[in-house]
């Protein structure tokens, strides 16, 4: 059971460069999200999804972009890459119940770095 | 507006030394109230819901319990592997989006 699966681990990209982080989970949950951890800052929540089709703006969206095409995947994308973007970004993923709380499953973190 | 306030923000204990960490909360209709560990260079780690107030769970030298306003992480003899980060998040009525504390740093030495 492979869980939350984020890709890659490590990327060094230069100011104004675009690229895409990767995540998919295999446990079929609805919700799926994008946090950035900094020092001092705790999680932030960048985007979010509560299912296939369906995507919305969390705390700290700019800058960024994702979509939700399959239940599996919700891909990050970095539209021009600024040094404010240097951070850890995690993947989670839960049900979606608005009734009881959602545990939820977080990818093991990919670190990037804009110079 | 739901909060999360943890408290310390970093502990340091000797090995054998028990203590508490603190998880503050308001929210409008608490859902659950959960725990993670998150290891240095690792995703946070699932460890406890708490659902209502009174309710308390147990895991090996860990016990999380729960009031109507904070909830309590109980380590009894940690031991030097007990040393990470732990963070609280509480999910509340008729929201997907769960909010996070900023967590308390442990270290144990032995």
């Known amino acids: 059971n492979a869980g939350v699966t984020q890709t890659p681990k490590f990327q060094v990209l230069k100011t104004g460069q675009s690229m895409t982080l990767q995540c998919a989970q295999d446990?079929?949950?609805?919700?799926m999200s994008w946090y950035r951890q900094d020092p001092g800052m705790g999680l932030r929540l960048i985007h979010y999804?509560?299912?296939?089709?369906?995507?919305d703006q969390g705390e700290v969206p700019n800058g960024y972009n994702v979509s939700r095409s399959t239940t599996e995947d919700f891909p990050l994308r970095l539209l021009s890459a600024a040094p404010s973007q240097t951070s850890v970004y995690f993947c989670?993923?839960?049900?979606?119940?608005?009734?009881?709380?959602?545990?939820?499953?977080f990818g093991e973190g990919s670190w990037l770095t804009v110079v | 507006e739901d909060q999360v306030t943890q408290s310390p923000e970093a502990l340091r204990l000797q090995e054998g030394e028990s203590s508490s960490l603190n998880c503050s909360y308001t929210?409008?209709?608490?859902?659950?109230l959960f725990w993670y560990r998150q290891d240095p260079g690792k995703g946070p780690e699932f460890l406890f819901t708490?659902?209502?107030a009174g309710e308390e769970k147990e895991k090996e030298r860990l016990k999380a319990t729960l009031t109507k306003k904070e909830s309590f992480l109980h380590i009894t003899a940690p031991k030097p592997e007990d040393s990470a980060t732990y963070l609280c998040?509480?999910?509340?009525?008729?929201?997907?989006?769960?909010?996070f504390g900023r967590g308390t740093s442990l270290i144990v030495h032995p």
């Open positions: 989670a993923s839960s049900y979606a119940r608005r009734t009881s709380g959602n545990t939820i499953y």
């Open positions: 446990m079929n949950h609805e919700y």
């Open positions: 708490l659902y209502s």
């Open positions: 998040a509480v999910h509340s009525g008729g929201s997907y989006i769960p909010t």
């Open positions: 929210v409008s209709g608490l859902r659950g």
């Open positions: 999804s509560v299912g296939a089709g369906i995507t």
